[in-house]
Every structure is written in structure tokens, then in C-alpha cells.
């Protein structure tokens, strides 16, 4: 079965092949342990990872490895749609903003956190996806954010 996975507006096409409770993409080899509600637990390498998710239509919001992603997933041949602009950072899932952890103008680096959310009982940070200013905070401490929401409003550094 073909899929194509899109992450951060970056689409891969993955083969996945299903052998009893293992998932094959590539060379990497993630068991699923089990599924419960909004959360998996997987086997990477070894390593055992709880995995909480939501889904929402062609999309699967999850925490991994102390990093939120959202991922479309479609049949190949099919387009993924429209995501927001390519400056904003967006909520993955619902949740509430914890910590605000920037100000507008300040010059951040990938990887930089900026918002604490909790979500699904479990504190996630949003990070810079890459170096840039942050020109607008689209959120407060306390509120509640459905996915989709805009967070933060990041200009790119140019290269």
C-alpha cells in the first residue's frame, strides 16, 4: 500500500507494508505495541515510545519524541490541501497555552521553543521550525486553541 505522508508542507511517499503488528516504511521497522484511546504505544529501535494522537479527516496530529508533528495522510495520486501560510506556526491538536516563551521581535533559531500547549494530559513545546523573527503572538496564556489555530506569526530569516 502506498501512502503519501505530508509533514511541514514536505510530502514522502511511503510504502508501508503490514506484517502482523509491524509497520514497514523504508527500512525502518516501528511495531505497534498497542493502541488505546489517543495514545499508541510503539517499538522504534528498540526503544518503546507512548504516542499521543488525534485525528482529524486525512490528518493525524501526534507528540514524538518531545516534538509536535501533523500529518496528512493520502492515497497516492490524490492532493494533500491547502495548509496555512508557510510564516505561521499553528496549533497541531487541541489544547491549552501554558507558557508563552517569546516576544514579539525576538530573533529565534530552529528548534527554539516558543509555546508550551497542553494537550491530552501531557505538555508539548512548539518550536521554531527555522531560524526567523517572531513579528506577531496570536495567543494567550490560558486560552483554549483548536488545531489550525495560529500561535505565532514567524518571519524566515533569508538564507
Do not use: W
Not at 505495541?33 to 515510545?49: F, L, W
Not at 489544547?95 to 516576544?103: A, E, H
Amino acid at each position: 500500500m502506498t501512502k503519501i505522508v505530508t509533514i511541514a508542507g514536505q510530502s514522502h511517499e511511503l510504502t508501508v507494508e503490514r506484517q502482523g503488528q509491524t509497520l514497514r516504511a523504508g527500512d525502518t521497522a516501528i511495531e505497534l505495541v498497542e493502541v488505546r484511546s489517543r495514545e499508541a504505544e510503539i517499538r522504534v529501535a528498540g526503544r518503546t515510545h507512548i504516542v499521543p494522537y488525534v485525528v482529524e479527516g486525512n490528518t493525524v496530529s501526534f507528540a514524538f519524541d518531545g516534538e509536535i508533528y501533523a500529518a496528512e495522510v493520502t492515497e497516492k495520486g490524490s492532493r494533500p490541501r491547502g495548509k496555512h501560510r508557510d510564516h505561521s506556526l499553528a496549533a497541531p491538536m487541541p489544547g491549552l497555552v501554558l507558557k508563552i516563551l517569546t516576544t514579539v521581535g525576538a530573533v529565534v533559531s530552529k528548534g527554539t521553543p516558543l509555546v508550551i500547549l497542553e494537550a491530552m494530559k501531557m505538555e508539548h513545546q512548539i518550536v521554531a521550525p527555522y531560524d526567523g523573527t517572531i513579528t506577531a503572538i496570536q495567543c494567550k496564556e490560558g486560552e483554549m486553541v483548536q488545531p489550525g489555530f495560529d500561535l505565532i506569526d514567524l518571519e524566515r530569516t533569508s538564507p
